[in-house]
C-alpha cells in the first residue's frame, strides 16, 4: 500500500521560510530513485498545480513562481523528498502535497498547510 505522508507546513510571516518532509513508503517504492517526485499545491478555489519535481538522478525543474526561492531535494536511501521555501509570500498559501510526476490520482496524502499572512 502506497503512502505519501507530508510535513513540516505551519503559519509563517510573509519573508519566512518552511522546510517540507515527504515521506514515501510503499513495496513500489522499493527503489525509490527511478521515480520523479513532485511537490504540488492547492490553494482555495484553485486548481492543484506542481510546483516543484526532482528526478532521480536530481535534475530538478521549478514552476515560474517559485524559481529562485524554492529549492527541491531528495534523500533515496530514505524515501524522502524535501521542499525548502524561502522568502515566502501570502500567495504561497496552500495545502502542499508530494506525489510522482506525473501524479498518481490514488496517491494523494493528506498534505500539509502552508499559511504565509502577517
Known amino acids: 500500500q502506497v503512502q505519501l505522508v507530508e510535513s513540516g507546513g505551519g503559519l509563517v510571516q510573509p519573508g519566512g521560510s518552511l522546510r517540507l518532509s515527504c515521506a514515501a513508503s510503499g513495496s513500489i517504492f522499493s527503489i525509490f530513485s527511478i521515480y520523479t517526485m513532485g511537490w504540488y499545491r492547492q490553494a482555495p478555489g484553485k486548481q492543484r498545480e506542481l510546483v516543484a519535481s526532482?528526478?532521480?538522478?536530481?535534475?530538478?525543474n521549478y514552476a515560474d513562481s517559485v524559481k529562485g526561492r524554492f529549492t527541491i531535494s531528495r534523500e533515496n536511501a530514505k524515501n524522502t523528498v524535501y521542499l525548502q521555501m524561502n522568502s515566502l509570500k501570502p500567495e504561497d498559501t496552500a495545502v502542499y502535497y508530494c506525489?510522482?510526476?506525473?501524479?498518481?490520482?490514488?496517491?494523494w496524502g493528506q498534505g500539509t498547510q502552508v499559511t504565509v499572512s502577517s
Open positions: 526532482i528526478a532521480g538522478g536530481s535534475s530538478t
Open positions: 506525489n510522482i510526476d506525473p501524479p498518481s490520482q490514488t496517491w
